[in-house]
């Protein structure tokens, strides 16, 4: 079985530049996630979709950040314009409920660094 | 107070040792603790989950979960230099947010 897929795996932009994200998550998973990673620290939690809906995004800064999740599948993050302080990992994760189980599955990230 | 957080590290430890990695979280409401591992320069990846209080164990590792004191911790044992890598803490909050601790970095010398 395919895990999370996410492209691209690095993305070097200029600052005032958009960037986009795109995530795959595992087949028959309902809930996705982004997170980003700063160096040394843990996952920040961006945005969280149930389906097409996001259920939380308090963490997202809506001023630049935007996502979609249409009919539940795919998904992307974009940023515009982008910030020096937005380089960092951003990571794509889905899981879905089982019971009590949900343990979420990451992909293997977008490395984004802005000069 | 933050949501989750970890023992700093880095922690050191001798092969063939036991290395213990600690967690606290502050939502009591929590129900779902996970484990995950991060190689440097890769994503995280799931190597534990409990929901019960008590021990659990998988191979060389055992997570502990107290739910009345607000704490999860990893044991390893027989530590191994394959497990040298970042030890994420993962808490699902009782508003079904996942949070993440900070990390502890373990390192273990042949």
């Known amino acids: 079985e395919a895990g999370v897929v996410q492209s691209p795996r690095y993305k070097i932009i200029e600052k005032k530049q958009p960037v986009a994200f795109w995530c795959n998550p595992i087949s028959g998973h309902n809930t996705l996630y982004w997170y980003r990673q700063n160096l040394g620290q843990g996952p920040e939690l961006l945005i969280r979709y149930e389906n097409e809906e996001a259920v939380d995004d308090s963490q997202l800064p809506k001023d630049r950040f935007s996502a979609e999740r249409l009919k539940g599948v795919d998904s992307t993050l974009k940023i515009q314009p982008a910030e020096l302080g937005d380089s960092a990992v951003y990571l794509c994760a889905s899981s879905s409920r089982q019971g009590a189980n949900t343990e979420a599955f990451f992909g293997q990230g977008t490395r984004l660094t802005v000069v | 107070q933050k949501e989750v957080e970890q023992n700093s590290g880095p922690l050191s430890v001798p092969e063939g040792a036991i290395a213990s990695l600690n967690c606290t979280y502050s939502?009591?409401?929590?129900?779902?603790f996970f484990w995950y591992r991060q190689y440097s320069g890769k994503s995280p990846e799931l190597i534990m989950f409990i929901y019960s209080n008590g021990d659990k164990e998988d191979g060389r590792f055992t997570a502990q979960l107290n739910k009345a004191s607000q704490y999860v911790s990893l044991l390893i044992r027989d530590s191994q230099p394959s497990d040298s890598a970042t030890y994420l803490c993962a808490v699902e909050t009782s508003y079904d947010k996942v949070i993440f601790g900070p990390g502890t970095s373990l390192s273990v010398i042949p």
């Open positions: 939502d009591r409401g929590s129900q779902s």
